[in-house]
C-alpha cells in the first residue's frame, strides 16, 4: 500500500531532472486543461526536455498559466510561437476541431511533402498523434497474452463520470469536434485495432445518445459501436456522462479455440485451449491496472469430442515499467512512477535525437484510425465531425 501511494504521488509531483543543453524546447498552443498532465508534469522530469514558451485565446490567461507552471516565455499569439527560431517542439492540445490548422486533417497532414525526408532536409520535422494510453508499458504487456490471429471477440468499453463535463463544455460543441466518440471512444478504438492487429472493414452498428435540446443535439455524450474486422467483431463503448464513481476502463478479449500440442497424450486424444485476456485501466494504467488472463483447457477424444477432463489456469499481471513488460525494450529507461503521457515524451524524445523509441503512432496508423471514427460517425446517422476549413 504504501508503494502504491508512493507511486501515485511521484507520478504527479515528479522530481525535476537537471536540464541539459541541447534540451529540446517545447512551445504550448492554449492554456488547456489537460496541459499541466500531458506536458508540464512529464517535462520535470526529463532532462532533455525545457517547456519554454506558452499562447492562448487571452493573454491574462496564458499569464497566469506560466506563472503557475514556471513558463518562462509568453506570446500573444499560436503563430508566434510557432515562428520562434528558438522553439523546437510545439505541444497542441487544443479542441479536436483546431488540430488541423495548427497540427492535423489526418489524410492531409501526414502526406505533406515537408514530413517527408529529401536530399535538401534529411531530417524532417517529426509529427506525433499524441495517444499516451498506448506508450504505457502495461498496454504492451498485455498484448503479449493476445494472438491477433486468434482474437473472436474484443469488448472495450471506458467512461468518465457526469460531474466531470458540463453540456456546454469543448467536449459537445461540434463545430470543434466535440462527441464521445472523437473524446473518448477514439482511445477504444485504437485499442481494437492494437488487438486485432489490422483494421475494421465495417462498422455494424453504432447507437448514441445526445441531449436533443436544439444545441447540442450533433454531440453524442454516450455511444456503443460494433465493428467487424477480418477474423472477429469488436465491441466498443464510451460515455462523458457516467455514473458518480469512476470505472476504469477495460478490453475483454476472447480468442478462439486452439489445439495445444501435448505429446504426453495417447494419439486419439488432443488437448485445447480457449484464451480470455482482461486489461484492466487501459487509459490510466498509473492509477490502477492489472491485466487477467483466463486459460480454459479440455483434454477430449479427437474422434467424437468428448471431454475427458477440463480445467482453468488463471493469473494476473502488472506493468509499469518496460522491465515489467519485457520484450526488447526491457533495458530502456523507465520508473514505475511515469505516466504513460511521460512515456509518451520519452519516446517522442529519443525520436527526435535519433535513438530507439519503444513504441511510435505513425502517420499512416493515425490516418487509419480517423476512418475508424468516420465509419462510426457515419454510422450512427450524426455525421462526419466538421472538416477545417484551413489550407
Known amino acids: 500500500m504504501l508503494s502504491l501511494l508512493n507511486r501515485f504521488y511521484t507520478s504527479f509531483s515528479p522530481p525535476m531532472a537537471e536540464k541539459k543543453n541541447n534540451a529540446i524546447k517545447f512551445g504550448i498552443l492554449g492554456a488547456a486543461k489537460i496541459a499541466p498532465m500531458a506536458m508540464i508534469n512529464p517535462a520535470k522530469s526529463h532532462p532533455e526536455v525545457v517547456v519554454q514558451a506558452i499562447a492562448a485565446r487571452d493573454r491574462a490567461r496564458a499569464e497566469e498559466f506560466a506563472k503557475k507552471h514556471g513558463v518562462p516565455d509568453v506570446r500573444d499569439t499560436y503563430q508566434e510561437i510557432i515562428d520562434d527560431p528558438n522553439i523546437d517542439a510545439v505541444f497542441i492540445p487544443l479542441p479536436n476541431g483546431l488540430h488541423y490548422e495548427w497540427a492535423t486533417e489526418a489524410n492531409l497532414l501526414f502526406n505533406l511533402p515537408e514530413l517527408s525526408p529529401s536530399t535538401s532536409q534529411p531530417n524532417p520535422p517529426v509529427l506525433l498523434e499524441a495517444f499516451h494510453n498506448r506508450f504505457h508499458p502495461a498496454l504492451h504487456k498485455f498484448l503479449t497474452f493476445v494472438t491477433p490471429a486468434d482474437v473472436v471477440h474484443v469488448h472495450t468499453d471506458s467512461m468518465v463520470p457526469w460531474w466531470f463535463t458540463a453540456k456546454d463544455d469543448l467536449e459537445f460543441n461540434y463545430k470543434l469536434g466535440g462527441g464521445s466518440i472523437m473524446a473518448l471512444g477514439t482511445y477504444n478504438f485504437a485499442v481494437l485495432r492494437m488487438i486485432f492487429g489490422g483494421e475494421p472493414e465495417e462498422c455494424l ?4 445518445s445526445v441531449f436533443g435540446d436544439g444545441i447540442h443535439d450533433q454531440c453524442d455524450y454516450t455511444f456503443k459501436a460494433q465493428f467487424r474486422f477480418p477474423n472477429g467483431i469488436g465491441e466498443t463503448t464510451s460515455t462523458l456522462r457516467g455514473s458518480i464513481l469512476w470505472k476504469p476502463s477495460e478490453a475483454r478479449v476472447t480468442h478462439k479455440e486452439v489445439v495445444v500440442p501435448d505429446k504426453t497424450l495417447p494419439g486419439d486424444q488432443e488437448k485445447v485451449r480457449t484464451r480470455q485476456v482482461t486489461l484492466h485501466g487501459f487509459m490510466h494504467a498509473i492509477l490502477w491496472h492489472r491485466i487477467d488472463v483466463k486459460d480454459t483447457y479440455v483434454v477430449r477424444h479427437m474422434a467424437d469430442g468428448r471431454p475427458i477432463k ?12 518496460h522491465k515489467d513488460a519485457g ?15 511521460r512515456h509518451q515524451l520519452e519516446a517522442f524524445v529519443n525520436r527526435i535525437k535519433g535513438r530507439k523509441a519503444h513504441y511510435w503512432v505513425t502517420g499512416e496508423d ?14 450512427s446517422g450524426l455525421g462526419l465531425r466538421p472538416t477545417s476549413s484551413f489550407r
Open 327 to 341: 520484450g526488447e525494450f526491457a533495458d530502456l529507461p523507465s520508473e514505475d512512477w511515469w505516466i504513460s503521457y
Open 366 to 379: 493515425s490516418i487509419k484510425q480517423m476512418r475508424m471514427v468516420d465509419m462510426a460517425y457515419e454510422k
Open 310 to 321: 477440463k480445467w482453468v489456469e488463471s493469473s494476473s499481471h502488472k506493468a509499469y515499467t
Open 205 to 208: 452498428t453504432c447507437d448514441t
